[in-house]
């Protein structure tokens, strides 16, 4: 279990480029799957969930070359399938969320697709039925074992369908539309997630030959293509990562400027953080944080406290609630954080109390904050990471902390940001990994 140890309250400076986007890379390395000609993907992050996923194509049998930093050609003219009953597959497949998105492109182009229960963060349930329901109405026949977690479709002759998904889901969407670009005839998707995630691999496939309307919409028409040639895509800069820098510039106090953030495709995060009272300004395509000693939340026009909620895609995405919420510690006002989505988000809130922080859990779902106005700085302390961005929302309050905080589990930080402390430690942040 890796560890960081964090000396606070430092005032940090400079420029700071965001990674590839994490949840984009998981989806479009998996549409490689798609054809047998070479696909070539820039601005993939290094970090350990897409690491872990390249590994996995790898053993599939895909041939990958590094190009050059971040950039990757696959080739998936040779693969193994029965690599996907193996022992090790049961084991490696399932250790991340992301891997479940190769089963839609496997369906679509060998007739079948496997995969153990997959991962991520323990955040509350996760049930993967967007998916599987999908599937089933473009043909394809499913099967579960219980007791090995194993799920499994299979469908030789995939044919169009219209759907409602039953909820939004991000990686069901994408799964979905990776099964019916090669199915026969027309396949409409409604409820449809529209994060930039599913435009971008929307567009990528387009570009492969597939013909889908309405990207960007929750309403996707596919006509089913025959095949699928290859591509060169470029991941988005991760919006999640721009969010948590927003962040952390507000709570440190700090002068930061994030470069090359592709502003147009960042919906309301910004204007979230500006309710927060957070200035940022738009320079280009630059998001310039200017060093604030305070900032105060806004009410609603009647006065009533601001909630800030999460909802799929144009809605804010609960990714950021968990760093919204660590802001708001030292805002001025008060605001309710509700994670609608997710049941079990929210409980590394006590490690903020602890630091000082004035939270009340009223529910697993929903935490009223009452800031303190930057009065009394956090208290530095020792706590351990339970989930990718309760992760990063606690670093970012022990970069603000009197003292020398400790995290632990510094794993689920790696899992979706690359090289934190040597990039934090560029604009003069103190912290120090340990093994
Ligand atoms: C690898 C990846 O891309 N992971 C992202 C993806 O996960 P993932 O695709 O797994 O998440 P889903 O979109 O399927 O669902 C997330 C959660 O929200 C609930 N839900 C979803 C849609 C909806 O309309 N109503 C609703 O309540 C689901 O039941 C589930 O509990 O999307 C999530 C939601 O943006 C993000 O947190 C994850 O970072
Ligand atoms: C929840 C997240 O990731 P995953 O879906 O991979 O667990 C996240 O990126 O915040």
Redesign the pocket.
């Known amino acids: 279990m890796g560890t960081f140890q964090i000396t606070g309250g430092k005032k940090l400076k400079g420029n700071i480029i965001p990674q590839g986007a994490k949840?984009e890379a998981?989806q479009v390395i998996c549409a490689v799957l798609l054809t047998d000609e070479k696909v070539t993907i820039s601005n993939i992050p290094d970090i350990r969930d897409v690491n872990k996923l390249i590994d996995l194509l790898a053993d599939l049998g895909v041939s990958i070359q590094r190009q050059g930093p971040g950039s990757y050609s696959f080739k998936a003219d040779d693969l193994n399938l029965d690599y996907m009953t193996s022992p090790e597959f049961k084991e490696k497949g399932g250790a991340l969320?992301?891997s479940i998105m190769i089963v839609g492109p496997l369906l679509a182009r060998f007739g079948k697709g496997f995969i153990p229960k997959p991962g991520?963060d323990k955040i509350?349930?996760?049930?993967l039925d967007?998916h599987f329901i999908g599937f089933q109405k473009l043909g394809a026949k499913f099967r579960y074992n219980q007791d090995e977690s194993f799920y499994g479709v299979e469908g030789k002759k995939l044919k169009g369908a219209d759907m409602l998904l039953d909820?939004?889901?991000?990686?069901?969407t994408a799964n979905i539309i990776m099964a019916a670009v090669l199915a026969e005839g027309t396949t409409t998707i409604y409820n449809a997630?529209c994060?930039p995630?599913i435009q971008q691999l929307c567009k990528m496939l387009n570009s492969m030959g597939a013909n889908i309307k309405g990207i960007s919409s929750n309403l996707l028409t596919i006509e089913g293509v025959k095949e699928l040639g290859g591509c060169e895509h470029r991941i988005l800069p991760d919006m999640i990562e721009i969010g948590s820098w927003i962040g952390m510039a507000a709570m440190t106090g700090s002068e930061i400027t994030i470069k090359d953030v592709c502003y147009d495709e960042l919906g309301v995060i910004p204007t979230m953080f500006r309710k927060m009272g957070i200035k940022l300004e738009r320079v280009g395509d630059d998001i310039h944080i200017p060093a604030q000693d305070h900032y105060e939340i806004e009410n609603y026009i009647d006065g009533s406290i601001l909630t800030i909620a999460d909802a799929?895609w144009p809605g804010f995405?609960?990714?950021l609630l968990s760093i919204a919420l660590v802001v708001a510690t030292q805002a001025r006002g008060s605001v309710l954080i509700h994670q609608?989505?997710?049941e079990s988000r929210l409980f590394f809130v006590d490690k903020l109390i602890d630091m000082g922080a004035q939270i009340i859990l009223c529910d697993p779902h929903r935490a009223t904050v009452i800031g303190i106005d930057k009065q009394v700085p956090l208290k530095a302390t020792t706590m351990t990471s339970p989930d990718i961005r309760a992760g990063i929302s606690l670093l970012i309050a022990a970069l603000s902390a009197d003292g020398v905080s400790t995290i632990h589990n510094i794993e689920q930080i790696d899992r979706g940001y690359q090289n934190i402390d040597e990039r934090l430690r560029a604009i003069g942040a103190e912290i120090v990994r340990l093994d």
């Open positions: 949840n998981l969320r992301g991520g509350g349930r996760r049930r967007t909820e939004a889901s991000v990686t069901g997630a994060e995630y799929p995405t609960p990714d609608k989505m997710f």
